[in-house]
């Protein structure tokens, strides 16, 4: 949290060191889950998952004249995800610096009309390899072009990328790492209504062997008809895990979502994870995911069932998920 708050206070600095803050808000919300998830195969067993958390989000931002302005904010976690962002925006062009945020081939990860949330952010990678993104969980900058009602790209460079990372000695800098990488994303409706298209890259370099070589590369398209929504996409990932083995994931996703009510949706979607090991055989996964959520406004309940067939590409072993969910926005 130290670091952090250093971070933040060293970008508000540079940005904007003479301009008084002219509006400055405060949000929080909290969620509550309780789930299950439950595994065959080689060895039988189950697991329960049950917790909470609490996110207090400070925001501010200003005029800097000339149609210009700033914006900040610092979003305090208790589940060790705050996130830090600090935005120049000259009209349709603008410039970031973040920590735990979302730009370049983050803005395209789900294109997909989730009722509740992604397969793997709601079960884990086991359920489904994630697309490798150079914001979440990390500091770096971005530009960002808005291009009318065609949509938005999306440039993201980050100097520290978390793979081969060691814990630093800086309070400012936080962390030091042998990795770096540049993403890109173009994410829009190309002038259609309910339409939504996205692209996303992403090329990262490691000084080490393993993790060295990084490229993620993802393309999608999702239709909104009102109550009804369909989408697809299909993620690719490459890495060097060692010196003479590359790992490919390819994964594609399907979902479908329909708005029963006016507060009642239901989602179901599909994920076909195919990992190959160069030297190795491939490793199929499966999951399905059914998504159902009532939305009250300040208030949502969301449950969600997941199965799994050879999870976490693992030969006979199935898996089975059951979560509830609770939150509340103040």
Do not use: C
Request: charged share 15%; no cysteine; proline share 1%.
């Amino acid at each position: 949290m130290f670091k952090k708050t250093l971070l933040t206070t060293t970008a508000l600095s540079v940005l904007v060191s003479s301009v008084a803050v002219a509006e400055l808000k405060v949000s929080g919300s909290q969620e509550w889950e309780l789930g299950q998830t439950s595994y065959s195969g080689t060895v039988d067993n189950a697991s329960k998952i049950s917790g909470s958390e609490t996110v207090i989000a400070v925001s501010g931002g200003g005029d800097l004249g000339g149609g210009n302005s700033y914006a900040v904010k610092y979003e305090f976690s208790n589940g060790d995800q705050d996130v830090v962002q600090a935005n120049l925006n000259f009209g349709a062009f603008d410039i970031e610096i973040g920590q735990n945020g979302s730009a370049g081939i983050e803005e395209v990860k789900a294109l997909l009309p989730f009722v509740n949330n992604r397969i793997q952010d709601i079960g884990g990678t086991g359920f489904g390899n994630n697309l490798t993104d150079n914001s979440s969980s990390q500091t770096y900058f971005a530009a960002n072009m808005k291009a009318g009602d065609m949509g938005a790209v999306s440039i993201a460079y980050n100097p520290n990328q978390a793979n081969g990372k060691t814990a630093g000695t800086d309070g400012v800098t936080g962390e030091t790492s042998t990795g770096t990488s540049v993403s890109g994303s173009f994410k829009g409706s190309l002038g259609v209504e309910g339409l939504t298209v996205g692209v996303g890259y992403l090329k990262g370099t490691n000084a080490v062997t393993a993790n060295d070589n990084k490229k993620a590369e993802t393309v999608g398209v999702a239709y909104n008809a009102g109550s009804f929504a369909v989408g697809y996409q299909r993620m690719k990932q490459t890495a060097d895990a060692a010196a003479s083995a590359t790992v490919e994931n390819t994964i594609d996703l399907y979902g479908v979502s329909y708005k029963v009510a006016d507060n009642l949706s239901v989602g179901v979607y599909k994920i076909d994870d195919t990992k190959a090991t160069e030297g190795g055989t491939d490793a199929e996964l499966s999951s399905t995911l059914l998504s159902v959520g009532y939305n009250l406004g300040a208030a949502k309940v969301s449950y969600d069932y997941i199965t799994a067939d050879n999870y976490s590409h693992t030969t006979s072993k199935d898996a089975k998920l059951h979560r509830v969910k609770i939150g509340m926005a103040f």
